[in-house]
C-alpha cells in the first residue's frame, strides 16, 4: 500500500523559507509524477506543484518563481522549497502521487494516494 508522509511545515514570517519534504513507501517512487496541493480554511484544495517522472516541473501561477518542487529517487522523497513566503501561502500542504493520466497533472482527480498533511502558517 502506498504511504505519504510529509513535514517541515511551521509557522514562519513572511519573507522567510520553509522546505517541505514527502516520504513516499510502498511501491517503485520514481515511476510516478508527485505533486503538492494545498488547502486553506474554508477553500478547496487545490494545485500547487507537480513534478513528472522525468522530473519535469510545473507549478501554480500563484508559487511560480518562489516555489520550488525537486524529488530524490534513491529517498523516495519528494521536496517543495517555498522561498519570499506570503500570508495567503498559509494552509494544509498535501503532497500526492500522480495515478490517472486521464486528467492533467493541475487535476486533483489525477492523484489517488495522499499524506495527511503539513500545516503552513506564515506570519504578516
Known amino acids: 500500500q502506498v504511504q505519504l508522509v510529509e513535514s517541515g511545515g511551521g509557522l514562519v514570517q513572511a519573507g522567510d523559507s520553509l522546505r517541505l519534504s514527502c516520504a513516499a513507501s510502498?511501491?517503485?517512487?520514481?515511476?510516478?509524477?508527485m505533486g503538492w496541493f494545498r488547502q486553506a480554511p474554508g477553500k478547496e484544495r487545490e494545485f500547487v506543484a507537480t513534478?513528472?517522472?522525468?522530473?519535469?516541473?510545473l507549478y501554480a501561477d500563484s508559487v511560480k518563481g518562489r516555489f520550488t518542487i525537486s524529488r530524490d529517487n534513491a529517498k523516495n522523497t519528494v521536496y517543495l522549497q517555498m522561498n519570499s513566503l506570503k500570508p495567503e501561502d498559509t494552509a494544509v500542504y498535501y503532497c500526492?502521487?500522480?495515478?490517472?493520466?486521464?486528467?492533467?497533472?493541475?487535476?486533483?482527480?489525477?492523484?489517488?494516494?495522499w499524506g495527511r498533511g503539513t500545516q503552513v502558517t506564515v506570519s504578516s
Open positions: 510502498g511501491r517503485t517512487f520514481s515511476s510516478y509524477g
Open positions: 513534478i513528472t517522472r522525468i522530473s519535469t516541473t
Open positions: 500526492a502521487e500522480f495515478t490517472d493520466y486521464k486528467f492533467t497533472y493541475y487535476n486533483i482527480k489525477g492523484y489517488d494516494y
